[in-house]
């Protein structure tokens, strides 16, 4: 056999091999396409099936959403994705307990995804178990641990199982994190005083310290823990390196106002408060309890000493702030104190001025004016304690009293009763009932005016004055 035929014969067989896998080949292919196809169909319908129960869950369908995802389950146990979107279903209906459920079969059947325990621990937290949350939390923080909300959310499991010195090492890596917070150091200051362990309070001020040496502030709070736990001595350290900053500031000297009380340096203590209180940029709820506090003590001594420091303390205050009427008002209640009234009025005038929807503003000054019978003034006002208290019972006695000794009669008696649906106090039923029986003699109404002098002494009024009333108009 030649060359030539001998390369004819090896190029056949090598065609007819080729032939014969392709002819093979295609048997194969004949034979799996059934099976693929049917494959494919089923993994339509089941994304099919899901794509229906995710519709129904964003649309609150809530049950058409469940039975779409348990069949999804019963097709294809191992779909961990229907798990959880079951979970989430759960979680809207608030049955955390069947979430908790549906997730643990996720995390069986998919340990990859991140997100199944991290709501796991969400949904421990709503069921009360923070033991079984705080583990995972711990998990997750082993691998996410630059995650602040991770940590956050570890440091509130820890506070719920009182674990406090653990929930601090949160804290100091979120710090770590981003920085430090006043936030996070008011709260473990009051971690470490809930532990009794006053040092290390103090110590997370230090920490501040040491990094913004001239913040006057965490001097103040830091001298201000000791104070509070008994510690004057340790203390005033911090104080006296505030006032090197400035020994002016209002919120050092409340603190200082309250050290030399403590230590029982008392001028030292009103200079500091004096301070305080001409500070422009303290805050006047700062102010305003020590000021209350020695108006109360005024009323209640009755010294000249404490009511000529509570007449400092509000001057200065009013000055400080003349826009609010707090201390013009304390100003008025000393003077209805000292019986200075003419000098109240003027004083409650500038409050009204201020803010004339103020009901104790109001009442103290219809009895000022009444203390100087200036009963034409209150009745001034009438419109304006019928737009803006017409349910202040005291605010419309003191009107329709007001009234009737203006001889207004008929606008008198409308305030009366205004005044009469708006109390249950015995004597003060008893005073309108005996106002309402002289209106109403004055309108020439004498059974009406009997029936409430009558009222009025069934309520507790026996005076002579309206025995005798009652005696001559039976």
């Known amino acids: 056999m030649n060359t030539t035929h001998r390369l004819l ?15 093979k080949n295609r048997i194969k292919k004949q034979d799996k396409t059934p099976k693929q196809t049917e494959t494919v169909v089923n993994e339509r319908a089941l994304s099919a099936i899901f794509a229906d129960g995710l519709r129904e869950f964003y649309s609150q369908n809530y049950s058409a959403a469940t039975k ?7 097709k294809n146990p191992k779909h961990d994705a229907a798990y959880y979107l079951l979970h989430k279903v759960a979680v ?25 325990p991290i709501d796991l621990a969400n949904v421990y937290e709503q069921l009360g178990d923070y033991a079984s949350a705080t583990k995972i939390w711990e998990e997750v923080c082993k691998v996410k641990y ?32 981003l920085g430090k917070s006043d936030d996070l150091t008011e709260t473990k200051k009051n971690i470490w005083l809930y532990l009794n362990d006053v040092k290390n309070a103090v110590r997370e001020y230090e920490k501040l310290l040491e990094l913004y040496p001239y913040e006057i502030g965490y001097y103040i709070t830091a001298g201000e823990i000791y104070l509070s736990n008994n510690m004057p001595d340790k203390a005033f350290p911090f104080f006296q390196k505030a006032m090197k900053i400035d020994a002016k500031n209002g919120a050092l000297n409340l603190a200082l106002a309250n050290y030399y009380e403590i230590v029982k340096k008392t001028a030292e203590s009103f200079q500091a408060l004096l301070w305080a ?18 108006l109360a003590d005024s009323f209640r001594l009755h010294t000249p000493e404490i009511m000529e420091k509570t007449e400092q303390l509000a001057q200065t205050f009013s000055n400080a702030h003349p826009y609010d009427l707090e201390g013009w008002a304390t100003l008025a209640k000393l003077c209805i104190l000292k019986e200075q009234f003419e000098k109240a009025k003027t004083l409650y005038e500038k409050c009204i001025a201020l803010d004339e929807s103020q009901s104790a503003i109001w009442e103290d000054y219809f009895y000022v004016l009444s203390k100087i019978e200036d009963y034409k003034s209150i009745a001034s006002h009438a419109k304006l304690v019928e737009e803006y208290f017409p349910t202040n019972a005291k ?11 203006e001889k207004q009669y008929n606008s008198a008696l409308k305030a ?7 109390t249950f ?41 309206l025995q005798n009333k009652i005696t001559i108009n039976q």
């Not at 014969?9 to 002819?23: D, H, N, P």
């Not at 209180?277 to 020695?294: A, D, N, R, T």
């Open 68 to 74: 779409s995802f348990q069949k999804v389950i019963i």
């Open 9 to 23: 014969l090896i190029v056949f067989c090598l065609l007819l091999s080729f032939s014969v896998f392709a002819q």
């Open 425 to 465: 106090e015995n004597s003060f039923v008893a005073e309108l009932n005996l106002l309402l029986g002289d209106l109403y003699f004055e309108l020439d109404q004498k059974e009406e005016a009997l029936k409430y002098w009558k009222t009025a002494q069934r309520r507790g009024i026996n005076t002579p004055e």
């Open 277 to 294: 209180f001409s500070c422009k940029e303290l805050e006047i709820e700062e102010k305003l309890p020590v000021l209350k506090k020695y």
């Open 146 to 177: 630059q995650n602040e909300y991770y940590l956050m959310s570890l440091a509130n499991d820890y506070l719920q199982l009182g674990k406090l010195q653990e929930v601090i090492k949160m804290y100091d890596k979120i710090e770590n994190l």
């Open 395 to 405: 605010l419309q006695y003191g009107l329709a009293l007001a009234l009737y000794k």
């Open 92 to 116: 809207e209906q608030k049955d955390y307990l069947l979430a908790s459920h549906y997730l643990k079969e996720a995390i069986k059947l998919n340990k990859k995804n991140e997100w199944y």
């Open 416 to 422: 009366a009763k205004q005044a009469l649906s708006f």
